[in-house]
């Protein structure tokens, strides 16, 4: 079993940074992949970001690329989501999720494919 416990979310202005922590327990982390979504208010959750075992391979969503960097240390069982230039739009509670596959295909895009969540973190992004 996997358990993952995210941190790091809080409050900041648009165009500011956080970066967003997913703490693993567990030995078989570090060859699961693993990912990020969101879910704003009223809205589904959302496909944010995505990482292979080895972080050699990433995927990340439209609206994130170029400001969002997911990247992990498995030696910490750790993954991380740093955000950039945040916008209000980014405003969600962020959850990690694990998968019992190492690789990414392209059920990495779909909640359903994640076999472990954690609890989330709010992020909220002031205009």
């Known amino acids: 079993q996997v358990q993952l416990v995210e941190s790091g979310g809080g409050l900041v202005q648009a165009g500011g940074s956080l970066r967003l922590s997913c703490a693993a327990s567990?030995?078989?982390?570090?060859?699961?992949?693993t990912a990020w979504f969101r879910q704003a208010p009223g809205k589904e959750r959302e496909f944010v970001a995505a990482?292979?075992?080895?972080?050699?391979?990433?995927y990340y969503a439209d609206s994130v690329k170029g400001r969002f960097t997911i990247s992990r240390d498995n030696a910490k069982n750790t993954v991380y989501l740093q955000m950039n230039s945040l916008k209000p739009e980014d405003t969600a509670v962020y959850y990690c999720?694990?998968?019992?596959?190492?690789?990414?295909?392209?059920?990495?895009?779909?909640?359903?494919?994640?076999?472990?969540w954690g609890q989330g973190t709010q992020v909220t992004v002031s205009s």
């Open positions: 999720a694990a998968a019992t596959s190492a690789w990414l295909n392209s059920n990495a895009y779909t909640g359903g494919w994640y076999d472990y």
């Open positions: 567990g030995r078989t982390f570090s060859s699961y992949a």
């Open positions: 990482i292979s075992w080895s972080g050699g391979v990433s």
